[in-house]
């Protein structure tokens, strides 16, 4: 989910298990969602994007779930890896009109071996 | 396939002191160029963006300024460095399609400000 002041939301899981970090987004218009995954120290990266005609898309290992009745993005991670540990954010946009994705602070993922 | 170089990875200055960080993109032409700050703990905030050479948008009124001397090459400048310019410093490129579109960025520059 979003962040609360400067502390990210933190999920903890055991390797081998599924993941699913949430997102709630603000704008009713946006029409375009993507995911990141951001290690420690380095940038962002992208994992999968999704647009408002679908409401699930899946990927290598992730599916994205887009809920607009609530506003609610979803991204799940199947049998998470060590190497999944990193901070992941949703980002919001328009397709037209706008150069602007809007960014959510993150939750940051750790994986338990 | 397409890259995102920026330069340096970090830097540490004084208070006072000219700031330019450097991004160019490989492998694309005419993107859109972005700058973003980034705070711990915290979103990212974007800060400049540009559609093409010498168009630049400021989305925050602040210290810095930037400028587009070539199609992929995006520059970040300070003429007088404040300690609340130490960040992490991310560039991103999209299409040219118009229109919010998936950004990729950069590695980044971690700046220290003393």
């Known amino acids: 989910g979003e962040s609360v002041g400067l502390h990210l939301p933190t999920l903890s899981v055991q390797e081998g298990d599924n993941s699913i970090i949430n997102c709630a987004y603000s704008?009713?218009?946006?029409?375009?969602f993507i995911w990141y995954k951001q290690e420690s120290g380095k940038g962002p990266q992208f994992i999968i994007d999704i647009r408002s005609n679908m409401d699930k898309r899946q990927g290598q290992r992730v599916t994205v779930l887009l809920n607009k009745t609530v506003k609610h993005l979803s991204l799940q991670i199947a049998a998470t890896q060590p190497g999944d540990s990193a901070v992941y954010f949703c980002a919001e946009g328009r397709r037209a009109g706008s150069y602007q994705l809007t960014f959510g602070k993150g939750t940051k993922l750790s994986v338990i071996p | 396939s397409q890259t995102i170089h920026q330069w340096p990875a970090t830097l540490v200055q004084p208070v006072g002191s000219p700031l330019s960080l450097e991004c160019t993109v490989e492998g694309t032409s005419n993107p859109n160029l972005y700058w973003y700050r980034q705070a711990a703990g915290r979103g990212l905030q974007l800060l400049f963006y540009?559609?093409?050479?010498?168009?630049i948008s400021s989305e925050v009124p602040q210290n810095l300024s930037a400028s587009r001397p070539q199609d992929r090459q995006f520059i970040l400048s300070s003429k007088k460095l404040l300690l609340s310019d130490s960040g992490f410093y991310l560039c991103?490129?999209?299409?040219?399609?118009?229109?919010?579109?998936?950004?990729?960025f950069g590695p980044g520059t971690r700046l220290t400000v003393l």
């Open positions: 704008n009713s218009a946006s029409d375009y």
């Open positions: 991103a490129w999209s299409g040219d399609g118009g229109g919010t579109d998936t950004q990729y």
């Open positions: 540009s559609v093409g050479i010498g168009q």
